[in-house]
């Protein structure tokens, strides 16, 4: 099992930009599967970004071109580098690790404990 602490939210305005950082430990990230999602107020968890073993990644269409995610395994670390926040991109947003990636948005998975983005003027 790998421990997930997620940093790097808070207020921004419109436009702003923000970087998230997911520090593991217990394990080597290099044998996870890796992803952020965010859940909004109301509304259900969804998939922001995920990067897996090989460094493949994906997001989900409404960040696309504006977030970045990347993974440095020799740290320990997986980042958020979200450009250009709208409104609706405020959420907590969560890390996660899943060792298969079917794991990866699930409850097998790891999550960290989330962390706070409100982008507002």
């Known amino acids: 099992q790998v421990q997930l602490v997620e940093s790097g939210g808070g207020l921004v305005q419109p436009g702003g930009s923000l970087r998230l950082s997911c520090a593991a430990s217990?394990?080597?990230?290099?044998?996870?599967?890796m992803g952020w999602y965010r859940q909004a107020p109301g509304k259900q968890r969804e998939m922001v970004a995920i990067i897996d073993v090989f460094g493949a990644r994906s997001y989900r269409d409404s960040v696309k071109g504006r977030f970045a995610i990347s993974r440095d395994n020799a740290k320990n670390t997986l980042t958020l580098q979200m450009n250009s926040l709208h409104p609706e991109d405020t959420a907590v947003y969560y890390c996660n690790a899943g060792d298969s990636f079917w794991k990866l948005g699930t409850q097998s998975g790891s999550w960290g404990q989330g962390t706070q983005v409100t982008v507002s003027s």
């Open positions: 217990g394990s080597s990230l290099r044998l996870f599967h």
